[in-house]
């Protein structure tokens, strides 16, 4: 079976600086994979490409065997692929449950049948008691779930999820992690996931690509990844050398 | 709903004393309102603000007018040719605007507005400056009346009164059906975030579009009304921006982006203009702009102390506790 993402020589360029370098990758459907590399490395900027956000200067992307280099963010979404961001972009002034009956209507014109997959939606991210609260007032964690909760409602085959754990606290990136176990357990969705913090993404993925000045430097599995020298140089720091 | 029916009677008892003008002054009060309950849809839920509705008016007022005059339309018929024909050319144009954002886009709406002024003034088919001039046909009795949209003599303003009062209630009942639709929920989630929007498969260009249109509709409807009470259309009058900055000024009063802020508004903002044009009479501040400079205080404090508006108070608060005490 075809991959269900593929990255044919994705290069991006801002004026003279080059932020993905001819990158190519696959992603297999019902894996997690971890997508890790120091800051400016490219990681947001390919997330914008594969989302119709930005579109590639060179090379092609392909998803479910369509050809979306070019496509606009809402064609992707309804195609199946699903972001949060980095920095959250919830609907400040709507409430939580709103949030997420905007992203059910993808599939439904009536509001009903949007709510109640919402309300199923908020019990599975955990946030059925913030149900009436505007989004902008919730929590850090809150609206980070309340994205992934809104992204889940597009009924996508494919997350991505932009540091979905950066800035919390121990016990809500524990939360978190739980969040993302449970979503490629339960709805058996293919994930990709940008992160900093290595006990992170490390237990996490089935397989990490790492990614620095723009270019693909590695790939493979955690194990794999953490002892290769030129990841430990670019990223991991000398730390990591000889840990498992 | 004390306030609808005190709306049905306010002008009962003037009818009985002759004070038509009173009813003329809450004429303009619904019929600004509901040009504002229009804006709302574009400017409150969407979050574009859109500077141009008046091009709208203006096309509502012509195209009804036009059949009237050279083909004896009904005017009503002729509102509903008006509202479609607005609608099209309206999403024909936003289209493309919308490629800009924010401020930009407001902007432009100016333009389409300043693009619209020399085409009404010069345009022969549409008698250019001269305007068009709409014959009085009023029909036999009140319902004949009613179905010819003319009214004569003392029952002109009152009937075109309740006339408004209808389109108003119209208004309403549709705005609070895009609001409580899928339509209402997309449009805030763009006035929210765009990006966001996109991202969850919502095509923010044509909803936006859509946005616009239905405010167009609304104000082509509110177009023909005005055009058929003043019995002549002319390019400087219902191409004139107060056509959108009273209603615009009224929602934002009243509350932006809540069904009943423009009504509120419009209540609030119209009288203080009519009444303060009227009492200065011929005295030495009349024709001076003195209710605008009221206008613009009410904006100010409005503006400064609750800028989301009269409605966004606490009142179900404050009711609680005046009842609890009381």
């Keep these: 079976m075809a991959p269900l993402l593929e990255l044919h020589g994705v290069t991006k360029r801002f004026g003279g600086l080059v932020a993905n370098k001819d990158v190519s990758l696959a992603l297999e459907a019902g894996e997690i994979v971890g997508l890790i590399g120091p800051n400016g490395a490219g990681k947001t900027t390919l997330f914008n490409c594969l989302t119709g956000y930005m579109h590639p200067d060179e090379g092609r992307i392909v998803f479910g065997g369509v050809d979306i280099t070019r496509a606009r963010p809402e064609r992707v979404s309804r195609l199946g692929m699903a972001r949060t961001w980095q920095l959250v972009r919830t609907f400040g002034r709507m409430t939580a449950l709103e949030n997420v009956v905007c992203g059910a209507l993808a599939h439904t014109n009536r509001i009903g049948v949007a709510r109640a997959r919402a309300l199923r939606l908020l019990d599975f991210t955990g946030l059925a008691s913030r149900e009436d609260v505007p989004a902008a007032t919730l929590t850090l964690a809150d609206k980070k779930r309340l994205e992934i909760a809104r992204a889940l409602a597009t009924e996508p085959r494919l997350l991505l999820l932009d540091e979905a754990m950066s800035g919390l606290t121990p016990t809500e990136t524990a939360a978190a992690v739980d969040l993302v176990r449970r979503i490629h357990a339960e709805l058996g969705l293919t994930l990709c996931v940008v992160e900093h913090v290595m006990e992170v993404v490390m237990p996490l993925s089935g397989r990490v690509v790492v990614l620095d000045y723009g270019e693909k430097i590695a790939e493979g599995t955690p194990a794999e990844v953490v002892r290769n020298e030129q990841v430990i140089k670019a990223y991991l720091g000398a730390h990591y050398r000889g840990r498992d | ?326």
């Design chain 2, 1 to 326: 709903m004390i306030g609808v029916l005190l709306g049905l009677a306010y002008p009962i008892p003037l009818q009985v004393a002759g004070y038509t003008y009173f009813q003329t002054v809450g004429f303009l009060v619904l019929l600004n309102a509901m040009l504002g309950v229009g804006w709302n849809v574009i400017g409150g839920w969407a979050g574009q603000f859109d500077f141009g509705p008046q091009v709208s008016f203006a096309i509502g007022a012509y195209v009804a007018a036009i059949l009237f005059v050279h083909l004896g339309c009904n005017p009503w018929l002729g509102m509903l040719a008006g509202v479609v024909v607005a609608m099209l050319v309206c999403a024909l144009v936003t289209y493309p605007l919308t490629r800009l954002r924010g401020h930009y886009f407001a902007i432009s709406t100016v333009a389409v507005w300043m693009i619209a002024q020399p085409i009404g003034a010069t345009w022969e088919f549409i008698n250019g400056s001269r305007g068009l001039f709409i014959p009085m046909q009023t029909g036999q009795g009140a319902l004949g009346a009613l179905a010819s949209l003319q009214f004569a003599g003392r029952t002109k303003a009152l009937g075109y009164y309740y006339v408004a009062f209808a389109l108003l209630a119209v208004t309403l009942v549709l705005a609070r059906l895009v609001e409580r639709g899928k339509l209402g929920f997309y449009f805030r989630a763009i006035r929210d975030d765009q990006e966001g929007a996109e991202g969850i498969g919502i095509d923010s260009r044509l909803y936006k579009v859509c946005a616009r249109s239905i405010t167009a509709g609304v104000f082509a409807a509110g177009g023909v009304l005005y055009g058929f009470w003043a019995l002549a259309v002319f390019p400087d009058q219902v191409l004139d921006l107060n056509w959108s900055t009273l209603p615009t000024m009224a929602t934002v009063v009243g509350g932006i982006g809540r069904l009943w802020g423009p009504v509120l508004g419009a209540a609030i903002l119209i009288p203080i203009s009519q009444i303060m044009s009227t009492t200065l009479g011929t005295g030495p501040l009349a024709g001076r702009g003195i209710d605008l400079i009221v206008y613009g205080l009410v904006i100010v404090v409005i503006a400064a102390l609750r800028p989301t508006g009269i409605l966004s108070l606490p009142w179900g608060r404050w009711t609680r506790r005046l009842a609890r005490r009381g």
